[in-house]
Structure formats: C-alpha cells, structure tokens
C-alpha cells in the first residue's frame, strides 16, 4: 500500500469507529465491560466513553506514530526501500485493533460469544503478516528486531530476519490451534511469540558472534 492510501484507511477506520462509538453511546450502560479473561468471562470494566473510544484513540495514535518515526530514522532511507510493506504493517495492526474495537461494542450491545475464539484469528492473521514482512524488511531503528547486533551488520539483520519470519508465521499457525482448546488458547498464543521473540535475539547474538560488525570492514 501507498502512504497516502494507508493515510486513508486509516482515517476512514477512525471515523467510522468514532461514529459506531457515538451511535451505541446513548444505547449503553453507564460501565461496560472491558476486559475477558482466559475462560472468556469479563473480568474488567470501565466507563462507557473509554469502552466506546478508547480504543479508536489508540489506534490513531500508534498509527500516526509509526507514520512519524521513519522522518527520525538515522536509516530511513532503508525503510523507503520497503515502504509499502511497512505502510501494509500499519494497516494490519489499525484493522485490528478496529476488529476488537467492533467485538467489545457488540458484545456490550447485547450480542455475547466467546470472545477469545473471535480473536484468536486476526490475532494470528497479524501474526503472519509480520512474519511474511520480516524477510523484506531492511535495517531501521523502529520495526523489526532491532538488537545492538542486527543494527552494526546488515548480514546479521537479514540472517535473522530470515528466521525471525519463518518463526513469526509458524507462531500464527500454532496460536489458532488455540480456538479448538478455549482454556489454553492463552498459551498457545503467548508461549510460541515469546519463543520467536527471545530466540531472534539470541539468534542475532550468534550470527554476530560469527560475522562480527559491518563497522569494522
């Protein structure tokens, strides 16, 4: 996606969820439920203005941070090489967070499921979204894992990419096996990212270990 065709979406996303918030306003208890714990039961609350916006505040805001952080970027030329996939990341996590923003309105409205089998799959979609940009991804100081060792050597970077991906999308996989076992799903979403997340560090610690620094060529 264009900047300006994410720009768009994201605008787009941000009205239509403040306008769904404004119309199920009047419609709603003064507390709405906020949180669901591991066995889908709700186990938080807040007011019924944060239940209905707060989430569409965030979005906004991580999106316009993440539109602002390449113009600060020491290597934001690297990051216009892969622009669209970063742009197409942004709008992979604005989706989502209007996707919850959706099921916390409707459950409220009256509409109950299980909430943690109606996330688990955009949750793993996100997953696998990161995990196939991974690969494509050059050296930038704000997305990516971004080590002390992936940052002094462009080898290092894409080595552990590589693997960073195939470990990200292997994470997504496992996490929907989540939706067949509701008690666990927690686990099986938050024990595989971990995993992928600790071992591309310690896999860029190796990889440095044996290529040392671009710095020092």
Avoid: C
Avoid at 195 to 201: E, H, L, N, Q
Wanted: hydrophobic share 55%; net charge positive; no cysteine.
């Amino acid at each position: 996606m264009t900047t300006k065709q994410t720009i768009l979406l994201v605008t787009v996303i941000f009205v239509v969820s403040i306008g769904i918030g404004a119309y199920f306003y009047p419609l709603l208890p003064d507390m709405v439920a906020s949180h669901w714990g591991m066995n889908g039961e709700v186990n938080g609350y807040m007011s019924k203005f944060w239940g209905l916006f707060l989430l569409p505040i965030i979005m906004i805001f991580i999106s316009a941070l993440l539109f602002w952080l390449p113009t600060i970027d020491p290597l934001k030329e690297n990051v216009e090489q892969f622009r669209k996939l970063y742009n197409s990341v942004i709008a992979g996590i604005v989706v989502f967070l209007f996707y919850i923003h959706l099921l916390t309105v409707f459950w409220n409205a009256g509409y109950h499921f299980d909430m943690g089998k109606m996330v688990v799959p955009p949750l793993a979609l996100l997953f696998y979204l990161l995990g196939s940009a991974m690969p494509k991804m050059k050296q930038n100081w704000f997305m990516g894992i971004r080590t002390p060792w992936t940052l002094e050597s462009e080898r290092v970077w894409s080595e552990t990419h590589t693997l960073a991906g195939k470990l990200f999308r292997a994470s997504a996989i496992i996490s929907i096996v989540g939706i067949f076992f509701p008690e666990y799903a927690f686990w099986f979403i938050i024990v595989p990212i971990l995993v992928s997340s600790f071992g591309s560090v310690i896999y860029s610690y190796v990889l440095f270990q044996k290529y040392g620094s671009d710095k020092k060529k």
